[in-house]
């Protein structure tokens, strides 16, 4: 089996983004459960640990579900609190620029 993409630890800046990610989806996630917004609860239940440990292809696609989250008519943002919100945007696209930086060379 040939690996076409590097492992995430050998690229320490995605992995320490996707790392910090998947730290605020945790937080998201626990506050979305204790407010019972279970429609909320379902879109972020699979990005804590996707965004852990997930290959570089898995993990685009999780950042982009992730930040699916932030739409212009359905926002997230509209159900949980800012301080919560906001950071977890921040590092989703801080993440998505250092994959697209990868990406490019």
Known sequence: MTRTEPARHELPVIDAAALAAARAADLMLARARELGLERWERHLAPLPDQLRDAPLTGLRTAARRARA???????????????????FLALLDRLIRELNRHAAR
């Open 69 to 87: 989250a932030f739409g212009p008519k359905d926002s997230i943002r509209d159900a949980l609190p800012a301080d919560l919100t906001e950071p």
